[in-house]
């Protein structure tokens, strides 16, 4: 069993940074992928980032391209998530998730390619 602690949330104005971790205990983490979602008040739960096992892949939301960075430390057990730029829109409470052991993703950006997850950390960016 996989347990995520997500830390690092809080209030910044418009342009500033947070940087989220998430701390994976419980089980491996060095061969399952990983990935951050977020969720406004009154939407749905939306694909952040995605890494891949290694490392060596990453994807991104439109949205986010080019001013968050996901990045995973296996031998800290870690998830990071760094936000520049942030901008009234990226305020919403932000999960980490892994997947099951030794699968494949198919489409990162779906809840139901991810088996465990945190219980959310609040990000609110203001104008």
């Known amino acids: 069993q996989v347990q995520l602690v997500e830390s690092g949330g809080g209030s910044v104005q418009s342009g500033g940074s947070l940087r989220l971790s998430c701390a994976v205990s419980?089980?491996?983490?060095?061969?399952?992928?990983g990935a951050w979602f977020r969720q406004a008040p009154g939407k749905e739960r939306e694909g952040v980032a995605y890494?891949?096992?290694?490392?060596?892949?990453?994807y991104y939301a439109d949205s986010v391209k080019g001013r968050f960075t996901i990045s995973r430390d296996n031998d800290r057990n870690t998830l990071t998530l760094q936000m520049n730029s942030l901008k009234p829109e990226d305020t919403a409470s932000y999960y980490c998730?892994?997947?099951?052991?030794?699968?494949?993703?198919?489409?990162?950006?779906?809840?139901?390619?991810?088996?465990?997850w945190g219980r959310g950390t609040q990000v609110t960016v203001s104008s």
């Open positions: 890494i891949s096992i290694g490392g060596g892949s990453t």
């Open positions: 998730a892994v997947g099951a052991i030794g699968r494949m993703v198919q489409g990162w950006s779906r809840r139901s390619e991810y088996a465990y």
């Open positions: 419980g089980d491996t983490w060095s061969n399952r992928y």
